[in-house]
C-alpha cells in the first residue's frame, strides 16, 4: 500500500505528451555549483528526431545537435500556459 501511495505522488508532476519532430521544447540546464539546485530551461529547441527509448534529438544551433531524455524537456506550449 504504501509503495502504491509512492508511485502516486511520484506520478502527480508529470506531464504525459508525445513528442514529434518539428515541435519546440525547452531543455532543462543548471547553474553554476553554488546553484545547482536550481533548474532551469533554456531555448526553445525544435525537434529533429523522435527515437523509442525515449530520446529526442533536438537542434542547438546550426552545426550542434543534441540527443536527450525526454524527463529533461519541456514543451514550449506547456510552458507558456503554466508561466500565465
Same mark, same amino acid.
Given at each position: 500500500?504504501k509503495i ?9 508532476n508529470? +506531464?504525459?505528451h508525445?513528442y514529434?519532430?518539428?515541435? @519546440? &521544447? ?5 547553474? *553554476?555549483?553554488?546553484q545547482?539546485? =536550481?533548474? +532551469? ?7 529533429? @528526431? &523522435? ?5 529526442? *534529438?533536438?537542434?542547438?544551433?546550426? =552545426? ?21
Amino acid at each position: 500500500y504504501k509503495i502504491n501511495e509512492a508511485l502516486v505522488r511520484a506520478n502527480i508532476n508529470r +506531464i504525459p505528451h508525445d513528442y514529434a519532430i518539428g515541435e @519546440r &521544447v525547452y531543455k532543462k540546464v543548471y547553474h *553554476t555549483s553554488s546553484q545547482k539546485a =536550481k533548474p +532551469i530551461y533554456r531555448g526553445p529547441y525544435g525537434i529533429l @528526431r &523522435v527515437h523509442t527509448n525515449n530520446t529526442v *534529438t533536438i537542434k542547438i544551433n546550426e =552545426k550542434t545537435q543534441e540527443r536527450l531524455s525526454i524527463r529533461l524537456l519541456k514543451p514550449a506550449l506547456l510552458h507558456q500556459r503554466r508561466r500565465k
